[in-house]
């Protein structure tokens, strides 16, 4: 998988983001650990297991879809997955 590049981030863009994963985890309970990054949590939690039963992994598929809109409302690009290496960007299969 490789990262394709939009634009260089910015502090705005990161904080911005920080911000919307918290209340995308408060908003869905999504537990977070004091100190650790909402983003991080929101990314780990929306990808499916294998040990998952149909419905969860039809719920993590769902939220997945509600965090991507949440991820380009807050980077502003209609193509952004995200923040990586400096960067906003998407991933290229």
């Known amino acids: 998988m490789a990262w394709s ?3 260089k981030a910015t502090n705005e863009d ?4 920080e911000r919307r994963a ?3 985890c408060k908003r869905h309970d999504i537990p977070v650990e004091t100190g650790d990054s909402a983003i991080q ?5 929306v990808e499916p297991r294998d040990d998952d ?6 719920e993590r598929q769902y939220l ?8 380009r ?6 193509w ?5 290496w400096d960067t906003v960007g998407f991933s290229v299969d």
Do not use: S
């Open 22 to 24: 918290q209340a995308f």
């Open 64 to 71: 997945k879809m509600l965090w991507l809109r949440v991820v």
């Open 14 to 17: 990161r904080e911005l983001l």
């Open 53 to 58: 039963d149909e419905g969860q992994r039809l």
């Open 73 to 78: 409302r807050a980077l502003k690009h209609p």
């Open 80 to 84: 952004a997955e995200g923040i990586a």
């Open 41 to 45: 949590e929101v990314d780990w939690y």
């Open 5 to 7: 590049v939009i634009r």
